[in-house]
T-cell receptor
Framework: AQSVTQLGSHVSVSEGALVLLRCNYS??????LFWYVQYPNQGLQLLLK??????LVKGINGFEAEFKKSETSFHLTKPSAHMSDAAEYFC??????????FGAGTRLTVKP | DADVTQTPRNRITKTGKRIMLECSQT?????MYWYRQDPGLGLRLIYY???????NKGEISDGYSVSRQAQAKFSLSLESAIPNQTALYFC??????????????FGPGTRLTVL
């Protein structure tokens, strides 16, 4: 079965600084990879996903992630953090949609 | 209106009580899922259903049961609630067609506390 490891349960950045949230996956078959964001008291919202094709994936709110097969990674980045980016972020891996595995989550804090 | 709704949004109950959490969707998706979220553990799959006649256990199904009453409705039951079932519960849907292939759409969650 596939699995996901998110490095760092909490990440704090200053407003305007680079955001980097790390995700490594394990999968025996070509994976589908996702980043979801959860704002307080809300459900999960898809930021971006990788299925096939281009390995650099652009998502909503200026986020992007790059699928690196050799490193089994799918790190999430944003060049300049905004206060509204403060939330919890989940990386997930799936191979056939009925077995989506989530990481433990990374809480992003943005300081003024 | 929200595409995936969950009721109730919050519930406090006592050990041993039977609890039902309900999920409805207007997305027309065939696939529905129940997850629980615990701090530091992410989301874990409890049950999933690919259509009305199909129910499957997920990673942590013990102590839970589900019912798929219609394509749009998927209920989660705790037959005899216990304190370690205190968690945030999410319903999700997905479809195999179109640009949203393999993406799951989540409801707002139900916060359940078992005393």
């Amino acid at each position: 079965a596939q699995s996901v490891t998110q490095l760092g349960s909490h990440v704090s950045v200053s407003e305007g600084a680079l955001v980097l949230l790390r995700c490594n996956y394990s999968s025996s078959v070509p994976p589908y990879l996702f980043w979801y964001v959860q704002y307080p008291n809300q459900g999960l919202q898809l930021l971006l996903k990788y299925t096939t094709g281009a390995t650099l994936v652009k998502g909503i709110n200026g986020f992007e992630a790059e699928f690196k097969k050799s490193e089994t990674s799918f790190h999430l980045t944003k060049p300049s953090a905004h206060m509204s980016d403060a939330a919890e972020y989940f990386c997930a891996v799936s191979n056939n949609n009925n077995d989506m595995r989530f990481g433990a989550g990374t809480r992003l804090t943005v300081k003024p | 209106d929200a595409d995936v709704t969950q009721t109730p949004r919050n519930r406090i109950t006592k050990t041993g009580k039977r609890i039902m959490l309900e999920c409805s969707q207007t997305k027309g998706h065939d696939r529905m899922y129940w997850y629980r979220q615990d701090p530091g553990l992410g989301l874990r799959l409890i049950y999933y259903s690919f259509d009305v006649k199909d129910i499957n256990k997920g990673e942590i199904s013990d102590g839970y049961s589900v019912s798929r009453q219609a394509q749009a409705k998927f209920s989660l039951s705790l037959e005899s609630a216990i304190p370690n079932q205190t968690a945030l519960y999410f319903c999700a849907t997905s479809d195999l067609a179109g640009s949203s292939y393999n993406e799951q759409f989540f409801g707002p969650g139900t916060r359940l506390t078992v005393l």
